[in-house]
């Protein structure tokens, strides 16, 4: 039970993907699910904390990254003594390849939740080829 618990830990995140961040800030890797249809690709991010405000999402050539800023939030007049839940910011980069339609890539975020859905080119989309009769 114990194990179980541990994987369900935010992991933080190894190094910086694109160098030094320039807020002395934790940064997690968020878990992510990765779901292919027939006509996109859509990438589901859990990132507690988040929300459209706080959410930047950049595409520079062929790598997508997802940046989300978290605020430790104390209440006035409150202190806080112990703080098990590790706040930080998240962060998760991906190499798109040829077969996503970079014009029409969509984002939405619902109660920390990320949802990127990304077109399928239209080149790389599965066809059904009609077969007729030869003469």
Do not use: W
Request: glycine share 6%; hydrophobic share 40%.
């Amino acid at each position: 039970m114990a194990d179980a618990a541990k994987e369900t830990l935010k992991k933080e995140a190894a190094s910086q993907e694109k160098g030094e961040l320039t807020r002395q800030r934790r940064v997690f890797t968020p878990d992510v699910d990765i779901i292919e249809r027939k006509e996109d690709i859509v990438v589901i991010a859990d990132m507690p904390g988040v929300d459209e405000k706080s959410t930047d999402i950049t595409l520079d050539k062929n790598v997508l990254t997802i940046y989300g800023r978290v605020e430790a939030v104390v209440p006035d007049k409150h202190t806080l003594y112990i703080s098990e839940y590790g706040i930080g910011d998240y962060q998760r980069v991906f190499t798109l390849t040829d077969e996503v339609d970079r014009e029409k890539i969509q984002a939405t975020v619902n109660n920390g939740v990320l949802r990127i859905v990304l077109p399928k080119a239209e080149a790389v989309r599965t066809r059904k080829i009609a077969v007729t009769a030869g003469s």
